[in-house]
């Protein structure tokens, strides 16, 4: 998608993030925190693309040091607007390059996040810089949604997410099969006038990004198809995995 870079999701987003996802997040939110708490084991974390604050605040609430890289200024002025989030360190980059000071027991990457970078050799950059940051003994959690075009024709999709008295949102998205790149617009219609929010992606199988853990030298010890640990099975429709140092 011309023009779309690392910077114009938190950009065009961060206004309205928190509003938009709120019934979304709420249990996906209660549930990654219990697991991503139990896995930190106390130690140091480093949320990738922490956004407005929705995972790393309620950690950081648990009381474990919590750090943060992030392409947008916007989310991150966001995140500063909430309660504990201005005693959050974050990094403003993109996080395939940024450095940040110190090593880390618990570092993740959630709700697809890992697929805003739209190129293949950029996904990788990011697990490597994840495990230039890692513990010897931590471990890198990564969640997405497993790619499902059922509802695909031609290689399109039209879907509403709501349509309330005064306003309606739909979503219309175009898929490359080829290039593994989906392109969305997002279209508010409210009594304030249209908005369209654009949002690009490469997706990746999850045994694509078990191949990028091996060349960041990491590897893949658990899979679960949710935050409470179920079984990822072959219907499954996301999964959380969890990878370490791969063992000499």
Known sequence: MKGYGTKTFGQLNAERYDMIYED???????DSVETLAELAGGGKVLEL??????VALPLAARGLSVHGIEASEAMVAKLREKPGGSAIP????????????????LIYLVFNTIFNLTTQEDQVRCFKNAARHLSAKGVFVVETVVPDFSEYVDGQRMKGSWAKIDSARFEIAIHDRVAQTIAFQRIVIG??????????????WPSELDLMAQLAGLERVERWAWWNRSPFRSDSKSHVTVYARARQ
């Open 24 to 30: 979304l997040m709420l249990e996906e939110t209660l």
């Open 49 to 54: 693309a922490i956004g407005t604050g929705r």
């Open 90 to 105: 974050v990094e403003i980059g993109d996080m395939a390059q940024v450095r940040v000071e110190g090593i880390f027991d």
């Open 191 to 204: 009594e304030d006038g249209t908005r369209m929010v654009p949002h690009f992606m490469r997706y990746a």
